[in-house]
């Protein structure tokens, strides 16, 4: 069976610093990794995936992830944080056979 | 491109009455197609899922059920709600994603209040 664990329901930053959301996964098989992003009262909108091929995964907003599979992780990080990145963020993981399970979220707050 | 509906927007319903949300995707063909909840501060808990017409899997036990009487249209239901029923309620879809797997997205969600 396959579970994510993300570190920390909430995260704090000022604006301008590094985002680091981390998120470990388990699986029994070579994982895909998601990560999503929900603004209140809204869906959740797909930030980046990585499925094969290279590691650091580049998404919308500036954000990226680096799948390490020696560590089972998949963080997403952005360089510079900005108001408009408060929001809570999911991590998910699925393989060829089976639907995404996810994470409980981390919620992002940006202050002045 | 793509797209996905939700209706309503918003529902307020009293406790023991029915519920019918409603969920459309546009520009794809026999989607897989899902139904999740999210409760007030918690993650998010699949419902059912569907690969294809009038094929239904139930996920949780609970009062709800779900239906999908067309290629792009799934519905959920139930004949009487329950003040738990209350929360955040998502529907996706999802296409197969090159290298493997598939990929979801989701549509813009309705809010129920049961009181």
């Known amino acids: 069976a396959q579970s994510v664990t993300q570190l920390g329901s909430h995260v704090s930053v000022s604006e301008g610093a590094l985002v680091l959301l981390r998120c470990n996964y388990s699986?029994?098989?070579?994982?895909?990794l998601f990560w999503y992003v929900q603004y209140p009262n809204q869906g959740l909108q797909l930030l980046l995936k990585?499925?094969?091929?290279?590691?650091l995964v580049k998404g919308i907003n500036g954000f990226e992830a680096e799948f390490k599979k020696s560590e089972t992780s998949f963080h997403l990080t952005k360089p510079s944080a900005h108001m408009s990145d408060a929001a809570e963020y999911f991590c998910?993981?699925?393989?060829?056979?089976?639907?995404?399970?996810f994470g409980t979220g981390t919620r992002l707050q940006v202050t002045l | 491109s793509q797209t996905i509906h939700q209706w309503p927007a918003t529902l307020v319903q009293p406790v023991g009455s029915p519920l019918s949300l409603e969920c459309t995707v546009e520009?794809?063909?026999?989607?897989?197609l899902y139904w999740y909840r999210q409760a007030a501060g918690r993650g998010l808990q699949l419902l059912f899922y569907?690969?294809?017409?009038?094929?239904i899997s139930s996920e949780v036990p609970q009062n709800l059920s779900a239906s999908r009487p067309q290629d792009r249209q799934f519905i959920l239901s139930s004949k009487k709600l329950l003040l738990s029923d209350s929360g955040f309620y998502l529907c996706?879809?999802?296409?197969?994603?090159?290298?493997?797997?598939?990929?979801?997205?989701f549509g813009p969600g309705t809010r129920l209040l049961v009181l």
């Open positions: 996706a879809w999802s296409v197969l994603t090159s290298g493997g797997g598939e990929t979801q997205y």
């Open positions: 520009g794809t063909s026999n989607p897989n």
């Open positions: 699986s029994s098989v070579p994982p895909y």
């Open positions: 998910a993981v699925s393989d060829a056979a089976s639907k995404l399970t």
């Open positions: 569907s690969v294809g017409i009038g094929q």
């Open positions: 990585y499925t094969t091929g290279a590691t």
